[in-house]
């Protein structure tokens, strides 16, 4: 299929052909790299009108279960949806979060909705332009709350932080000595957090620890251009505070966009990605060009201390014939 | 005065060889800036012994009181100190943290003390890798507590982290709608929170925020590589405090450098160091560069949404005639 008829066939809502064009987009083979690029630049201007939502939680939080309940409490309103995994820690487990679909059984069958896991066997900044890259797909494809899922353990919270309109952290309930804890760096990024299982056994644990949450982000200065970061605590398993979650990350959605606060958002975000890639193309140059090895040897002397690293630095630009 | 003459006279204690050359250091002038790391270059090996200490807080915090406090204890204890500040913001502002030597004029003059201001007039690169050259030569001279305060206020608190062992967050007390808050993503960076003003009227206020503070650090998992974040109370005003204040960030350094983790961590950064001057020297080739004109374009394509960012990317390295 050409990718004039691949993206018509997406447009118009085909499930196989956006299946298909993703796994295009996940090749690394040149001749698909070209196809994947025609056809997400062919698909950019049909994209835009979703609520990007980004979806983080150490394993074991219950990402899983919080999303298929939410994604069935959207489908029952009439709404499409894509979902989205990265997780660049699948490189080494050889698993991958999602993978196992049967996980969302019932959400997966659903026509309104497409679920895609994390591609296996590539670097975070691989994975992160391949999502960027599937988020325009999935659009155009008609999703209009697009959820990117990542696993709360490493960076990629960072990078699914810059390609999202709102954050929402899922934490434990629990408090003392089993408190799991959220990783460093994480809880800044949130614009939301749900305390997870607020049921049975958990509930008073989780009424706690919501507690806890709020007044640890109330210690947080709000981001520069959004509202103060706010905490509510969810049943997945009593369908319980869905309701509630979906209405805070819509008020937030619809205020920002009120605002004006998305469009410079999503300005910033596309600006990042168009210079990280700029720098992740220059900096593999020092990797794999005529310097790599200069700078594996200035690597070693600047940790052990023996060379100043502003030195060393200006030895590998000078190898690669840069400018000062 | 030579290199070397200036080298042993900074080495042999003196006070007045020190300020000169970070004069130097803080030149752009290129002759200068040759001078600059020879010096650096003939002290590094004389460094490494120093606890290097970050300290950030908001302005009102009680900056400046707490590091005068506490150095006065410290050279009290017979240690040698000194205090570099690092803020980008004075760029705009016209104005500088430590300016006004005044505000610790009696630890300013003590013989064991070196207070610098943060230099005017340059962007945080340029402040950062000033700082981390004139903290060689205030080790050189023989501080053993290396002070590195920052304003708390911006990305400077990052910078500075990425250059000490312990990173020290002062917080205001004060409750509810009084909070100040610290701003996202500082308090990640904290290895000790010290809530300020534990006295007089504000000493019960000091004592609620010093159990919310522990809370919200309990809520976040401890670095890879280190110790638990502790919070503490103190009062400058009073004196009270200090002592275990300092207990803390000496027991922490300490621990660190029998298991190792400081030897990482200071590794770590120098790798850092010498891959940002890299970055920061390959992106200015796009910035300056016969790149730089189709950059501006397609970074206002990009924001707009008129274009893919990786594409973009693309067109920028092969304007640089860089290689995929």
Not at 26 to 51: K, M, N, W, Y
Not at 142 to 156: L, P
Not at 233 to 248: N, T, Y
Not at 271 to 294: F, I, K, Y
Request: glycine share 12%; net charge neutral.
């Amino acid at each position: 299929m050409s990718e004039r008829a691949t993206a018509a066939a997406i447009r118009a809502g085909d499930r196989a052909a956006l299946a298909r064009a993703i796994t295009t987009v996940e090749s690394t083979r040149s001749d698909h790299r070209i196809a994947a690029e025609r056809l997400v630049g062919e698909l950019l201007p049909h994209t835009g009108s979703a609520l990007r939502l980004g979806i983080s939680g150490a394993p074991g939080v219950g990402k899983s279960t919080l999303i298929e309940a939410l994604g069935l409490f959207l489908v029952g309103k009439g709404r499409r949806l894509a979902v989205l995994a990265v997780d660049p820690s699948s490189v080494r487990s050889g698993g991958s979060i999602l993978g196992d679909k049967t996980r969302m059984g019932e959400l997966a069958r659903h026509d309104h909705v497409f679920i895609r896991p994390s591609p296996a066997g590539a670097t975070l900044g691989g994975v992160a332009r391949r999502t960027r890259e599937a988020m325009v797909l999935c659009e155009a494809w008609g999703a209009d709350v697009m959820i990117v899922e990542t696993v709360g353990v490493g960076q990629s919270e960072t990078a699914v932080a810059g390609m999202v309109d709102v954050f929402l952290l899922l934490a434990s309930p629990g408090g003392g000595d089993e408190l799991q804890g959220v990783k460093r760096g994480i809880m800044e990024l949130a614009d939301v957090v749900a305390v997870t299982k607020a049921d049975g056994d958990l509930a008073a644990a989780a009424g706690r620890a919501l507690s806890e949450y709020a007044s640890a982000l109330r210690l947080m200065r709000p981001p520069a251009d959004g509202a103060p970061a706010t905490a509510v605590s969810v049943s997945a398993l009593d369908r319980r505070g869905i309701d509630g979650l979906w209405a805070e990350l819509d008020r937030r959605y619809v205020e920002m966009e009120g605002s004006g606060a998305l469009a410079r958002r999503r300005a910033a975000h596309a600006r990042d990605w168009m210079w990280g890639e700029v720098r992740e193309g220059l900096v593999s140059l020092t990797h794999n060009g005529p310097a790599a090895e200069t700078a594996r040897r200035l690597d070693e002397a600047v940790a052990t201390g023996a060379l100043l690293p502003a030195a060393a630095a200006q030895q590998i630009l000078d190898a690669l014939g840069g400018a000062r």
